[in-house]
């Protein structure tokens, strides 16, 4: 038992070591809440964050996710449920950077230990001039019917006029 704890705490500072290295990707937190009280370990909570899509400057998404708490949720080891909501809003002028495919990842984030996964994905909707994402959550074996779609409508912003998201659609 001694060797499995050992093992456990280990493993578990490998991946938080880990998760240092990878800071700089990471979506930027704007508060956590707290939903069900543990005892003498972190509580689950509710967690909202927010992030750039990487390829469109002027655009930012918010998401919120569950985490765990617990042994499991502590020691980074639980299978994290796929409820996930977003919101994505135009916040300044738009500009793409370059082309892009319909359905392209924007953000991925490991949800459990080994094998599920959130993704923020990206579309356009040319004929209405909108930005499309979508959120979702997959599994090695199966996936998840949970999903949340958030759109950004290109607007003018200031005196500049923004692009038509068409033009950036790779066919």
Not at 40 to 61: N, R
Request: hydrophobic share 40%.
């Amino acid at each position: 038992m001694r060797f499995l704890t050992a093992a456990l705490l280990g493993f578990s500072l490998l991946l938080q070591g880990a998760g240092v290295a990878l800071a700089a990707d990471e979506p930027d937190l704007i508060f956590k809440k707290s939903t069900v009280w543990k005892f003498l370990t972190p509580d689950h909570k509710l967690a909202t964050y927010a992030i750039d899509d990487p390829l469109v400057d002027g655009v930012a998404c918010h998401f919120t996710v569950p985490e765990k708490g617990g042994v499991s949720g502590w020691l980074g080891v639980a299978e994290e449920v796929s409820d996930v909501s977003l919101a994505c809003r135009q916040v300044g002028p738009v500009t793409i950077k370059e082309n892009f495919e319909q359905g392209e990842e924007m953000f991925r984030q490991r949800r459990s230990f080994m094998f599920k996964k959130m993704r923020i994905v990206r579309g356009c909707d040319a004929k209405r001039n909108v930005l499309v994402y979508l959120v979702y959550s997959d599994k090695l074996i199966e996936g998840s019917p949970k999903n949340s779609t958030s759109t950004v409508p290109l607007m003018p912003w200031g005196d500049q006029q923004p692009p038509r998201c068409g033009d950036f659609v790779k066919d």
